[in-house]
């Protein structure tokens, strides 16, 4: 899901010197690039016996990303219970922890970044993952792998959230949503529903090419020009 994007200070364009966490795309409010994959149940291994309801939990949980954001989350904390029924005993005490060491990571990087210049959703997110990995870890202890599988799956989540893949097709998706509630009656010039319609139609490229900086920036913009003229 997630793309990995390196690089060492907070900023606009890729570097590859350090593989550590930074904002891309900054002037947007940006997204989290971590250079980290983190867990995801989309790469692990559905067992052959998976129950119907806990197979449409992965597809839920899979197709919420082209969802708009709260939309999204929402539908992703309803499955959280059934791909834990899915995958615990798929994945053990140990492939849960490996996983844990992955988010851990994700986190690690995260938190190097100055608090001071995370814009606030991001920041949220971050504290978020930190304090799921603590209560997964907790549960872990305790033999809880159900506890655990869920607060792994709730931290992850939340720094995919804001990571660029995640960001890129959230916004996409807001301002797709926007363009088709615009009315004849709304004050939006021929030309501005013109340049609306071929940011959109850039933002989708983007997101087809995988080009996730290049999305957000459309989806950006398509956003300021609705709220420019849409009153």
């Given at each position: 899901?997630?793309?990995?994007?390196?690089?060492?200070?907070?900023?606009?364009?890729?570097?590859?010197?350090?593989?550590?966490?930074?904002?891309?795309?900054?002037?947007?409010?940006?997204?989290?690039?971590?250079?980290?994959?983190?867990?995801?149940?989309?790469?692990?291994?559905?067992?052959?016996?998976?129950?119907?309801?806990?197979?449409?939990?992965?597809?839920?949980?899979?197709?919420?990303?082209?969802?708009?954001?709260?939309?999204?989350?929402?539908?992703?904390?309803?499955?959280?219970?059934?791909?834990?029924?899915?995958?615990?005993?798929?994945?053990?005490?140990?492939?849960?922890?490996?996983?844990?060491?992955?988010?851990?990571?994700?986190?690690?990087?995260?938190?190097?970044?100055?608090?001071?210049?995370?814009?606030?959703?991001?920041?949220?997110?971050?504290?978020?993952?930190?304090?799921?990995?603590?209560?997964?870890?907790?549960?872990?202890?305790?033999?809880?792998?159900?506890?655990?599988?869920?607060?792994?799956?709730?931290?992850?989540?939340?720094?995919?959230?804001?990571?660029?893949?995640?960001?890129?097709?959230?916004?996409?998706?807001?301002?797709?949503?926007?363009?088709?509630?615009?009315?004849?009656?709304?004050?939006?010039?021929?030309?501005?529903l013109e340049r609306l319609d071929?940011?959109?139609?850039?933002?989708?490229?983007?997101?087809?090419?995988?080009?996730?900086?290049?999305?957000?920036?459309?989806?950006?913009?398509?956003?300021?020009?609705?709220?420019?003229?849409?009153?």
């Amino acid at each position: 899901m997630m793309a990995a994007v390196l690089g060492t200070l907070l900023g606009c364009e890729d570097t590859t010197t350090d593989p550590l966490a930074r904002i891309v795309a900054g002037e947007t409010a940006g997204a989290l690039a971590l250079g980290v994959d983190l867990p995801h149940p989309g790469s692990w291994t559905v067992p052959d016996d998976a129950t119907p309801e806990s197979a449409d939990a992965l597809v839920r949980w899979l197709t919420s990303w082209d969802l708009p954001g709260d939309e999204g989350r929402g539908v992703r904390n309803l499955t959280y219970s059934s791909l834990a029924t899915l995958f615990v005993p798929e994945l053990g005490r140990g492939g849960i922890g490996e996983q844990l060491d992955r988010l851990a990571e994700g986190v690690r990087r995260a938190l190097l970044l100055p608090e001071e210049q995370l814009p606030e959703r991001i920041h949220v997110r971050i504290s978020e993952a930190a304090n799921a990995h603590a209560l997964a870890l907790d549960a872990l202890r305790a033999e809880n792998l159900r506890d655990a599988m869920v607060q792994l799956l709730a931290g992850s989540d939340a720094l995919r959230e804001v990571g660029p893949e995640a960001v890129a097709r959230t916004m996409v998706s807001e301002v797709v949503a926007g363009r088709r509630n615009i009315s004849a009656g709304d004050s939006y010039s021929e030309q501005d529903l013109e340049r609306l319609d071929r940011l959109l139609r850039g933002g989708r490229d983007a997101l087809s090419d995988q080009d996730w900086v290049r999305a957000i920036r459309r989806a950006y913009y398509a956003r300021g020009l609705m709220v420019r003229d849409g009153a």
